[in-house]
Nanobody, 115 residues
Framework: QVQFAESGGGSVQPGGTLTLSCAIS????????WAWYRQAPGKQRELIAE???????KYADSVRGRFTISRDNDKNTVFLQMNSLNTDDTGIYYC?????????WGQGTQVIVAS
């Protein structure tokens, strides 16, 4: 089973920046699309950014222009650079395939944006 180890979350003030990492194991990420998902408090998990095998990226409207997804195939890692964070970005962030592998999620990394 594929394993995901998300890291890089924390508490920041509005306008701040964080970079999330997702180390993926038990599969070579090279030929697959990957994505970041976010679960805000009291809400369902949602797709916020995805990256194709060739490196093309797509974003949810809520994060477009502020977040950047990238991948390092040699390190088997997917990243999410988050700029201009606001309180609506608070939540637990997960990575997974796109579409996600059912019932196969990591622990996620928590992001709290508060003044």
């Amino acid at each position: 089973q594929v394993q995901f180890a998300e890291s890089g979350g924390g508490s920041v003030q509005p306008g701040g920046t964080l970079t999330l990492s997702c180390a993926i194991s038990r599969i070579m990420i090279t030929f697959f699309p990957w994505a970041w998902y976010r679960q805000a408090p009291g809400k369902q998990r949602e797709l916020i950014a995805e990256i194709s095998a060739s490196g093309g990226a797509k974003y949810a409207d809520s994060v477009r222009g502020r977040f950047t997804i990238s991948r390092d195939n040699d390190k088997n890692t997917v990243f999410l650079q988050m700029n201009s964070l606001n309180t609506d970005d608070t939540g637990i962030y997960y990575c997974n395939r796109r579409p996600p592998v059912p019932d196969n999620w990591g622990q996620g990394t928590q992001v709290i944006v508060a003044s």
